[in-house]
Nanobody, 121 residues
């Protein structure tokens, strides 16, 4: 069992930055592909970014490419999402996710509880 705990959400003006963190319990963090999803009010949860087990590969939704950066520190059991040039449409609850079965976050085995990001214009 893995527990994921997000932090770093908050309110920011358009153009600002936030860094989300997701700390994972357990000793097997490096065996999981990790990623971030988000869900805005009235919308379905959508993929934001993922990173492979080693951190050597990362993938982004087109809507955040060039603005967001995902990274991980396997020694600290933590994955990060650096969000720059934030837009009001980035407002959502952001969820951390872990995938044990693939290196590309093809599925999600564990979810965090979510952290709210609000971007005002």
């Amino acid at each position: 069992q893995v527990q994921l705990m997000e932090s770093g959400g908050g309110s920011v003006q358009a153009g600002g930055s936030l860094r989300l963190s997701c700390a994972a319990s357990g000793r097997t963090f490096s065996r999981y592909a990790m990623g971030w999803f988000r869900q805005a009010p009235g919308k379905e949860r959508e993929f934001v970014a993922s990173i492979s087990r080693s951190g050597g590969s990362s993938y982004y939704a087109d809507s955040v490419k060039g603005r967001f950066t995902i990274s991980r520190d396997n020694a600290k059991n933590t994955v990060y999402l650096q969000m720059n040039s934030l837009k009001p449409e980035d407002t959502a609850v952001y969820y951390c996710a872990a995938d044990l079965r693939s290196d590309y976050l093809l599925g999600v085995d564990y979810w965090g509880q979510g952290t709210q990001v609000t971007v005002s214009s």
